[in-house]
């Protein structure tokens, strides 16, 4: 069975600080990788998308990607307040058209 | 760009009757759509996918005679809630693919159904 795990937090920062999240996936014909942001009541957003080993930076974010090892992972440098939520990691193998999702990390920033 | 959006946002509706929920992509055409469900402090689960003008691809243990999905055009889908139960009550949240960046998901910004 395909699968997407992250550790589930919360992960607890003080304000400032570099964040980071990590995923792992079990399928190695995975080939989409996504980050998403939800906060509490809200749907989620998505922060990064990423198709190729190596990083990615947007602005305060930076997705890194190592296929060899199966592992995701998004740091969001000065975290704010504002970054509180949930990180979703999503994972999309070959040419399936879902995603299949992880359970989520819970980030906090102290102010 | 890649704005989805549903309506209504809350609908609160009696046991037995149905509901119509609308997913409409407004500045892409979405080829295919994906119907979530969200249950409080929990991972979203995959209802449904949709391709315009085709029947919808849904989840094992999803009810299709109870979750209808209709994908009648690039930038409309519907879900619809047939005689609803208590238990039906969730955050429903539709998702599309599409337009430039055809791999990336957008999401709408979700229904609350409550069920009394």
């Known amino acids: 069975q395909k699968e997407v795990e992250q550790n589930s937090g919360p992960l607890s920062v003080p304000e400032g600080a570099i964040a980071s999240l990590n995923c792992t996936y079990s399928d190695r014909g995975s080939q989409s990788f996504f980050w998403y942001r939800q906060y509490s009541g809200k749907s989620p957003e998505l922060i990064m998308s990423i198709y190729s080993n190596g990083d990615k930076e947007d602005g305060r974010f930076t997705a890194q990607l190592n296929k060899a090892s199966q592992y995701v992972s998004l740091l969001i440098r000065d975290s704010q307040p504002s970054d509180s939520a949930t990180y979703l990691c999503?994972?999309?193998?070959?040419?399936?058209?879902?995603?299949?999702w992880g359970l989520g990390t819970s980030l906090a920033v102290n102010p | 760009g890649a704005v989805v959006s549903q309506h209504p946002s809350r609908v609160i509706c009696k046991s037995g009757t149905s509901v119509k929920i609308e997913c409409r992509s407004l500045d892409f055409q979405a080829t295919t759509m994906f119907w979530y469900r969200q249950f409080p402090k929990k991972s979203l689960m995959l209802m449904a996918t949709s391709n315009e003008g085709s029947k919808a691809t849904y989840e094992q243990g999803v009810e299709k005679d109870k979750f209808l999905i209709n994908h009648a055009s690039l930038t409309l889908s519907t879900l619809t809630v047939t005689s609803a139960h208590p238990e039906d009550s969730s955050f429903y949240i539709c998702?599309?693919?599409?337009?430039?960046?055809?791999?990336?998901?957008?999401f709408g910004p979700g229904t609350r159904l409550t069920v009394t």
């Open positions: 998702s599309a693919r599409g337009g430039l960046a055809l791999d990336e998901q957008y």
């Open positions: 999503a994972v999309r193998a070959g040419n399936n058209r879902k995603l299949i």
